[in-house]
Structures are given as C-alpha cells and as structure tokens.
C-alpha cells in the first residue's frame, strides 16, 4: 500500500526552524498559528482556518483527546504535556535542517532540536544575519567585504546550507548582475552612516546572495507567501529568472522554499533549470483540507528529482508535526489517485514519494556523507 509506505518514510525536514522553549497561554499560541504578526481581533481564533482544524484533528489524538477536540479543551491537554519531545518525535523525521537566523533566541538551537527529537539536526546559516553580525564586529567599512567571506567560511565550516531573505527585505524584483566592488562599498557606506542595523539595500541583499552562491553550499531562498512585511507579487520566483541564469555556471544548487501562491511558477523554473528545486513547506500546513490540491499543482510541471519536503515549522512543535502529516496524507491521496485512474504503476507511485520525502535531498544535502 502507497499510504503504508509514505507513513512509514522517514522524511528530511530539509527547511526547519526551533521549537518554542516553555509554555504558551492561549494568546501565545494563536499567534504563532498564523502568518500575520498583528494582534489576533477579539471577535476571530485563528483556531478557525484550515491550520487551527488541522490542528484539532491531527494534534489532539496525541494529548489523548479525540480528533476534532475543541481549542480550549485542546489548550489545556497541551499545557500538561511534553509537547516539544512529543509531536517532534511523532513527526518521523530522520534529520532536520534548520534555519537558526530567525529570532534564533526564542527557539530551541540545533543540538537541543536533536536531542528532543530523537533525530539528527544540521544548521541552515542565513546570510543576511551574518552581515548584520560583521557590521556590530567590524568599524571599518572598507574591511567589512573580507570580514564578510571570512565569517561565511568559519559559520559555515560545520553547515549544510545557506538561506537569504532577500524576498523580505526588497523582493525579487532587483538588479540581478553581481554589484561591483565600488557599488558595494558605496553601499556599505551608506548603510553604516545611517546606523547599519537591519540590512535591507538592493545592492547589499543581492551581493550576499552572489557571495552566499560562490561558497557552493545550496542556497535556499524564500519565495510566495509570508508575513506582513513581505510586498507578495515581489516574491514571484520568476523575478529571478534572470539572476537564475547569471548563477547557473556557479553549480551552486538554489531551492525555492514555500512558493505559495506561485508554486507553479517556481515548478516551472525546476524544469527548465538543472540547479534550481522547490518545496512546499508551510504551504501543506497553512491549506490543510486543500493540501492534496496544492500537492498536486506542484507536481505538475516539477520533475521528480526537484522536489523536496519541509515542514518551515517555527514556534509549536505540532507544526514541526503537522508539516510531515498532512505531507504524508496529501501525497498518498494525489499519487493513489493517479494510480487509480491508471497514469502511474503502484512502484512508480512509492518510488516518487520516496524521493520527494527523502532521496532528493539526501542527494542534494550530501545527508548520507554526514
Ligand atoms: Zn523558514
């Protein structure tokens, strides 16, 4: 049976952040159950969205409660619980790549993430953190470039990837041509006399993303849907096409995580271009119910071999969950569905689930030379 078989693969979380350390009240933990970061109106839950129903049918037989158990009473079950070491070793997941540049405090780190779940844990580094980091170490803005590569090469000594929010912080819409090195230290000017800090100038996000590309490590960059300081129609990966192009000869691997709305963009752009892959982390969880379709959308034009899962889970360890069972559910109801109407074998079936939970980035990460 597929749906044997896919609930028994051990995934690659291959986009992943901490779990939340200590307890969340209800306020709390509605908040990390939705995307937007604005205070949730006292007249809605974000309990009701196709994520807070996912929620109580998928995470409430594991407190104990039934399926479909109700917020309040599914709140109180979590509290008693051990809820991180629970739903992460629930999940199935061999090993988890994580993403620490994301308010990285607030998180479980990479060793503690192994030890609560059981599996094996590598650090994602993101490159926009870095140069912030070399801004607060280095006065001197002419030697702010060498300190640059010099701090990628130590941080990444031990990495399995890089990661750039360049989607947040201008969009995908910039000069795709690697900046020179006058452009660059004119832009580091500027950014140092007006206090540096976050850094969100075209020039510098698109020279860390040509620096993040020349270390060879795969590169994973956000695409589609996020939080509220994302401007979406500037998160559509064909943006990139351009700058796709210009890194090609590089060899480094690129992955568009997420996609959503733009996943069939994004599956096109794995079609036509040997090092670019996708994924549809956080989009299977935020559309629950509909997640087969969405399933389904991206492999219409993907080829098999460049399709990787993550669950993009932050906060709650049942996303970290939630991420891998309805990957499990949607993947075994679409690809069952091709076998039934006669398109694919049954071996063709488990064969591509396989790689698509597991293989690809196995393959992609050098996961089995770790
Ligand atoms: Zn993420």
Redesign the pocket.
């Known amino acids: 049976m597929l749906s044997d078989h896919v609930d028994g693969l051990a995934l690659v979380d291959h ?1 992943v ?1 901490g779990a939340v350390k200590g307890p969340l009240d209800r306020t709390g933990f509605e908040q990390l159950i939705t995307e937007s970061d604005r205070p949730v109106p006292p007249w809605m839950s974000t309990f009701d969205s196709q994520l807070g129903l996912a929620i109580r049918r998928y995470c409430a037989p594991l407190l104990g409660l039934p399926a479909h158990a109700s917020a309040d009473d599914y709140l109180a079950a979590r509290a008693h619980a051990d809820v991180n070491s629970l739903f992460l070793r629930a999940a199935g997941v061999s090993d988890y790549l994580v ?1 620490t540049g ?1 308010l990285g405090d607030a998180v479980t780190g990479v060793d503690e993430l192994a030890k609560l779940s059981g599996s094996r844990a590598h650090e994602v580094v993101r490159l926009e953190a870095e140069l912030e980091y070399v801004s607060t170490q280095e006065s001197d803005v002419a030697a702010v470039p060498d300190a640059l590569v010099r701090r990628l090469e130590e941080r990444t000594g031990g990495a399995i990837g890089l990661k750039s929010i360049v989607a947040y912080r201008y969009g995908f819409d910039f000069d795709p041509a690697e900046p020179s090195s006058a452009d660059v230290l004119t832009a580091l000017d500027r950014w140092y006399s007006s206090g540096a800090g976050r850094v969100a100038d075209p020039v510098l996000l698109r020279w860390l993303l040509w620096t993040g590309a020349r270390r060879g490590l795969p590169l994973q960059l ?1 695409v589609g849907f996020g939080d509220t300081e994302l401007q979406l129609h500037r998160a559509d990966p064909a943006l990139l096409t351009e700058w796709l192009r210009l890194v090609e000869p590089l060899g480094t691997q690129v992955v568009l ?1 997420h996609c959503y709305p733009f996943h069939r963009n994004a599956a096109y752009l794995a079609h036509v271009f040997p090092h670019v892959h996708l994924d549809l982390g956080l989009t299977t969880m935020y559309v629950g119910a509909r997640a087969a379709a969405v399933l389904a959308e991206g492999l219409e034009l993907a080829p098999f071999a460049k399709l990787l899962y993550s669950s ?1 889970a ?1 906060g709650p360890a049942e996303l970290h969950f939630l991420g891998a069972a309805l990957w499990r559910r949607a993947v075994s109801s679409v690809l069952d569905g091709f076998v039934a109407q006669g398109d694919w074998s049954a071996d063709d079936a488990v064969r591509v689930a396989t790689l698509w939970g597991r293989e690809n980035a196995v393959r992609l990460y050098g996961l089995d030379q770790r």
């Open positions: 986009h952040h993403d994301y956000h995580l993009d932050w």
